[in-house]
């Protein structure tokens, strides 16, 4: 996988500022879908780690949350801070999602802006769907980058909307993926409900 976007320690600045303004809707989804104490998650693609370490408060010191992201620096940055922070219900590990190996081990699976740079991702909802127990839920969210507007106009934004659809397509995603995200899910057997 290729993301489009710069990782590392910068990455997860970004992508922390990232998380303060989509969290509280995140964690909504997740609460309507059955997280709770003792649950066990996967947060695949977790970046900088905010979504997983909500997922794990929530969870408890009877639950888990496993985090994978492609970004091996993003990953080490965040054992640092795990390491700091003595949080004990929370794994890091640095995997991409089609390398996926588990089968029914979740009971919920979040994925966050993840599909959308993926060149294949149905074998990644495959993957994610595989991991989940009977009866678990796979939570995602992802872009319509072209919903995105200004006003008044900029031709400097219009600019920056058309250049990261191209990158984003270059590297083998799809900036407008969330309006094709329910044909995959139902594509994969999944029976989709709105959780927003």
């Known amino acids: ?20 303004a989509m969290n509280s809707y995140s964690l909504n989804a997740l609460l309507k879908a059955g997280l709770k104490q003792g649950s066990k998650c996967l947060d695949a693609g977790c970046g900088g780690g905010t979504m997983t ?6 969870a408890g010191p ?9 970004d091996a620096e993003i990953i080490r940055l965040n054992n640092e801070e795990l390491a700091l922070l003595k949080v004990c219900n929370i794994g890091f ?6 390398d996926l190996t588990e ?6 699976i979040f994925a966050r802006f993840l599909l959308s740079h993926l060149s294949n991702p149905a074998l ?8 989940l127990k009977p009866g678990g839920w796979l939570v995602t969210e992802d872009v319509h980058f072209s919903g ?15 250049w990261y659809a191209r990158a984003v397509k270059y590297n083998g995603g799809d900036a407008e993926f969330g ?18």
């Open 124 to 131: 990644a909802i495959s993957k994610m769907v595989s991991a």
């Open 103 to 108: 089968t029914e081990e979740y009971d919920i």
């Open 93 to 98: 590990r640095h995997e991409e999602v089609y």
């Open 179 to 196: 309006v094709k995200l329910y044909e995959h899910l139902f594509g994969s057997g999944l029976v989709c409900r709105m959780c927003n």
């Open 62 to 70: 009877d639950g888990f949350v496993t985090a994978i992201d492609h």
């Open 1 to 20: 996988m290729s993301y489009v976007i710069q990782g590392g320690q910068e990455g997860k600045a970004r992508l922390s500022i990232l998380g303060q």
């Open 148 to 162: 995105h507007f200004c006003y008044p106009s900029n031709g400097a934004f219009d600019t920056y909307l058309e």
């Open 53 to 58: 370490y909500a997922m794990a408060e929530i």
